[in-house]
């Protein structure tokens, strides 16, 4: 074969094969180069090459194969052996280089770009991991190759739970976590919505009559309280069950309202504690029933109770001593460390992620201390006389206002401490009123919110060690305060409990009551508030009587923003009949409180 009749046959080829992939405009570089860089065959052997079927049909077949598929060199010398030129099926060694050059051509029409490399599947899935939902959809826009790899089952389940829906499903319970991702969004912009315009559902847990509030705890939407006729009650606001059942006691033989008032409640996902004014201590375990699995006696009143968020670890201070129980392998409750302290505890916390052994931060006047299970008490910190006015601990820090000395010599100030140090970090705030309440758990990143008798709420940045935010949230102190990515829930001694968003610094909305709030707990479809008097027994005109009014109960409020048009159209539960009949209006929390209760 003479080197005209190989120009010929690249030339044909490279017409036929330009036709078949003429909406395919990617090519190689170096293939384009190499094109480039061939001679350009004569005028006149452009006539003489007319169409060759055969030849054609097999470079078209070559070419459109799946990018797995390569062309061999027994396919091409086929192809070349059925073609009308004699020339071409000769086997000279510029046949030899043809077929080669071919082979090459053809599979580099074939290949899939993808980083202009090629790439395993489980490889560009570990490369699209790294990418959030706004980048996957860009790149499900770039071919239907990188479509099919920016929808991928896997990357989608590990964004629901980055973001946090479904925390508890696994891969296998969706088939399409996309869809699942995109309810999710739009169920967390309907309950923001609901946030912000005030629209819900909203009821006053059931009261024991004649008794006073004493008390009030939640968590994850599971409320306990305690009264001064010594009764606690556990009430489900996630299944709208406010009917609440009475954790009994053992002192089945009391005669009613002979039980001393309840001190202390606090409750987790599966255990309930209360501490009475006599000393007394009893656990419930919710998952078996309303009796108490253990109870114990303190030799003085309980000044302070903890109770771990996710273990099973309570923590007591009662006179100088400082008392934490666990229970052991069998599941007996037992003394897994007594501490001694000089002063009276007045604050006490558990450490959130201690497994094995529970730590506790106990407040002492000005002292703070650092107890663990298997070894001795700690000091902390030691103020020189300033007390410690309010306490919070997350899994690596602890957050705690100490009180001033005097506007002349130095304010009141949140001190913030590294437990895995056990040094100073942060100091933070120089104001003139005391701190009365600090939340760092449940704060955002390298954020934490406070209250001050001043009135006002204040964001501190961690990271840059200053206040980010000051918000005039009440007339009186602050009493309760929680805060998430875009708002901040606060109560006041004065009863008032005020919604903000802290980013465009402005108040969405606020609930009064006669009573201090001393709870706030909400999550992203709930809001638990709790009204505690600050008398704990209030006696009428008749002084034989110590029956107290109802305007001095207390009251525990429930907000539900997750509800449906039904809900929202159904009336308050305290206006509700007690016959069944059918709503007329349109109710939100705007008319949460059809009476006043002061």
Excluded at 172 to 197: G, P, V
Excluded at 355 to 377: F, N, T
Excluded at 494 to 522: I, T
């Amino acid at each position: 074969m003479d080197d005209c009749s190989l120009e010929e046959f690249r030339r044909r080829w490279q017409e036929e094969l330009a036709q078949a992939q003429a909406p395919r405009k990617w090519r190689r570089p170096e293939a384009a180069e190499r094109r480039a860089r061939r001679p350009e065959v004569a005028p006149g052997r452009r006539e003489q090459a007319s169409g060759d079927p055969a030849l054609a049909q097999g470079l078209l077949e070559g070419a459109g194969r799946p990018p797995a598929a390569r062309a061999t060199r027994a396919e091409v010398q086929d192809v070349a052996s059925r073609s009308r030129f004699p020339r071409a099926r000769e086997g000279a060694g510029g046949g030899e280089q043809l077929v080669d050059q071919l082979i090459r051509d053809l599979n580099e029409m074939n290949d899939v770009p993808f980083f202009d490399i090629q790439l395993p599947y489980e490889l560009a899935i570990n490369i699209f991991q790294y990418l959030d939902r706004k980048e996957l959809g860009r790149c499900a826009q770039v071919s239907k190759t990188w479509k099919v790899i920016a929808e991928d089952e896997v990357l989608w389940y590990r964004l629901c739970q980055q973001e946090g829906h479904l925390p508890d499903s696994s891969i296998s319970d969706y088939s399409c976590w996309k869809l699942i991702f995109q309810e999710c969004r739009a169920k967390e912009h309907m309950l923001r919505t609901n946030w912000k315009n005030r629209k819900g559902a909203v009821s006053e847990l059931e009261h024991i009559p004649d008794a006073v509030l004493c008390d009030v705890h939640s968590h994850d939407g599971v409320v306990i309280a305690g009264y001064t006729s010594g009764d606690v009650r556990v009430w489900d606001t996630r299944t709208w069950d406010y009917v609440a059942p009475f954790l009994e006691s053992e002192d089945e033989e009391d005669e009613p309202g002979l039980q001393p008032n309840v001190s202390f409640v606090r409750i987790n996902s599966s255990l309930a504690v209360a501490a009475y004014e006599d000393g007394f201590l009893n656990i419930w375990n919710l998952r078996i029933g309303r009796y108490p699995v253990h109870r114990f006696e303190h030799d003085a009143r309980i000044q302070a109770l903890a109770l771990s968020q996710d273990d099973a670890a309570v923590a007591t201070a009662s006179a100088f001593d400082v008392m934490m129980l666990s229970p052991n392998e069998e599941g007996y409750w037992q003394i897994a460390a007594e501490f001694e302290v000089p002063k009276l505890v007045q604050h006490l916390e558990i450490v959130p992620e201690t497994r094995r052994y529970p730590v506790a931060i106990a407040a002492a006047g000005d002292l703070m201390y650092l107890l663990k299970a298997e070894d001795s008490a700690r000091t902390l910190l030691y103020a020189h006389g300033p007390p410690v006015t309010c306490l919070d601990v997350s899994a690596n820090q602890v957050a705690f206002g100490v009180q001033g000395l005097g506007w002349v010599y130095e304010g009141s100030k949140i001190l913030v401490y590294s437990l895995e140090a056990g040094c100073r970090l942060l100091k933070l705030g120089n104001v003139l009123r005391d701190f009365t309440c600090v939340n760092l758990n449940d704060s955002p990143p390298n954020l934490m919110v406070s209250g001050n008798r001043d009135g006002r709420v204040r964001i501190h940045d961690l990271r840059a060690s200053n206040v980010a935010l000051s918000l005039p949230a009440h007339q009186l102190g602050v009493s309760a305060v929680q805060m998430d990515d875009w708002k901040i829930v606060s109560g006041g001694e004065e009863g008032l409990v005020s919604v903000w968003d802290y980013r465009m610094n402005q108040k969405l909305w606020e609930v009064y009551s006669g009573h201090p709030v001393k709870h706030v707990s909400f999550s992203s479809r709930s809001l638990i508030t709790a009204h505690v008097p600050c008398q704990p027994v209030v006696r009428n005109a008749d002084r034989d009587s110590v029956t107290p009014h109802r305007r001095h109960w207390g009251l525990i409020r429930a907000y539900e923003f997750a509800v449906d048009q039904l809900a929202f159209q159904s009336p308050l539960p305290a206006c509700r009949p007690s016959c069944d009949t059918m709503a007329t209006h349109c109710y939100d929390l705007a008319l949460a409180s059809p009476y006043n209760h002061v």
